[in-house]
């Protein structure tokens, strides 16, 4: 007996609305947020904003690697972006401009991608290891299913997270 992978939800609607779907598509969808090679955690590997470890939450890894090869990982998103708005409030000596890489876990693929590429969803009923969380997401497309599916409030590109925003999260306020 031959069995077929079962269609996803996309491919299913692609196929129902057949070819008349297509001038519909939105102009300015992205391509997939490219993957991105960098350090992974090791098993003692503590976030530096909030010192969990890091490599127990696999899902949610985020790392930034620094031009010497240093690189430090962080239990989410939230964390990763708090670190980044001000490096050097939690790596003594560290800035932006000495960051050579930095990834994101994307939720639906589980794999490593360039962060600035991602887009992130917020106020969904995902929670990550610290609770709200960024929901780093590949594609315009993952994050139309994403946002439908887990009820989120809103999306943000990486140029739109401010530096209060992590802390907001943390509050339970998305705005």
């Known amino acids: 007996m031959c069995t077929l992978p079962r269609p996803t939800r996309r491919a299913t609607l692609a196929l129902l609305l057949g070819a008349t779907a297509l001038p519909l598509a939105p102009q300015t969808a992205r391509a997939k947020a490219t993957p991105i090679a960098l350090p992974a955690p090791g098993p003692r590997a503590t976030c530096p904003v909030c010192g969990m470890f890091v490599a127990r939450y696999p899902d949610w890894v985020a790392t930034i690697q620094f031009a010497d090869g240093e690189a430090?990982?962080?239990?989410?998103?939230?964390?990763?972006?708090?670190?980044?708005?001000?490096?050097?409030?939690?790596?003594?000596?560290?800035?932006?401009?000495?960051?050579t890489g930095m990834g994101v876990t994307e939720y639906y693929a589980v794999s490593l991608v360039d962060a600035?590429?991602?887009?992130?969803?917020?106020?969904?009923?995902?929670?990550?290891?610290?609770?709200?969380?960024?929901?780093?997401?590949?594609?315009?497309?993952?994050?139309?299913?994403?946002?439908?599916?887990?009820?989120?409030?809103?999306?943000?590109?990486?140029?739109?997270?401010?530096?209060?925003?992590?802390?907001?999260?943390?509050?339970?306020?998305?705005?």
């Open 116 to 175: 600035r590429e991602a887009v992130y969803a917020v106020g969904s009923d995902v929670l990550g290891p610290m609770g709200h969380e960024f929901v780093p997401l590949a594609s315009d497309a993952d994050a139309t299913d994403f946002m439908a599916d887990h009820k989120g409030q809103r999306l943000l590109r990486f140029d739109e997270i401010t530096p209060d925003l992590p802390f907001k999260l943390d509050e339970g306020a998305f705005e």
């Open 72 to 99: 430090v990982h962080f239990d989410g998103a939230k964390d990763f972006f708090k670190f980044l708005h001000d490096p050097g409030k939690y790596a003594q000596g560290r800035t932006r401009e000495q960051i």
